[in-house]
């Protein structure tokens, strides 16, 4: 039982702090979406393991919807497709298999969201360098202290670093940060 309040408790703290130094960024983060969505660019999203599935999870919030019916969004999970992931590890290298469906897909006006606990993943730093030469706009949701992935972002990129060392606060606080990010574009969007 105590261990389990431990659990609650350090998430709640987390999430406290967090909504204290991420809200400007989600709130930026948000604005430059909805920008891209209404300039008619697609967004991609990538991570590796848990994060994969949270960058899934939030592209079927725009292609679907996320509260209510809408128009659907465009939107690309690049973790989606195993048959391509484990034919380019096979062929070139785990490392590049987000940054060859970045090159093909990814196009000037697009955002590249990146999902990293640690912010070193090479295959998203790959992207990451794939997407800049693509002339995309970078998000990337960390934690720690940003990794090499704060490196690679600039003046034109939001990062939303979640204040904590811990991967299990840090996907705690990367969904309810994707959720922000969801209600934000719909409310903008598609306002009731």
Known sequence: MDRIKEHFTESIQTKIAAAEVLAEDIQT???????CL??????????????AALGQLFVTQLVHKFDTERPS?????LTADSLLLSGIAAETGYDDIYAKQVRALGQHGDILLLLSAEGNDKALLKAA??????D?????LT??????MAGLLGPSDVEIRVPSANKA???EVDLLCLQCLSDLIDRTLFPQ
């Open 143 to 148: 934690g720690n202290d940003g990794g090499e």
């Open 169 to 171: 606060r840090i996907l």
């Open 38 to 51: 209404l300039n008619g660019n697609k967004i991609l999203a990538c991570g590796n393991g848990v994060m």
């Open 29 to 35: 983060a948000a604005q430059m979406l909805t920008i």
């Open 73 to 77: 969004l465009p939107a690309i999970s």
């Open 136 to 140: 995309m706009t970078l998000i990337a």
């Open 129 to 134: 360098e794939a997407a800049l030469g693509r």
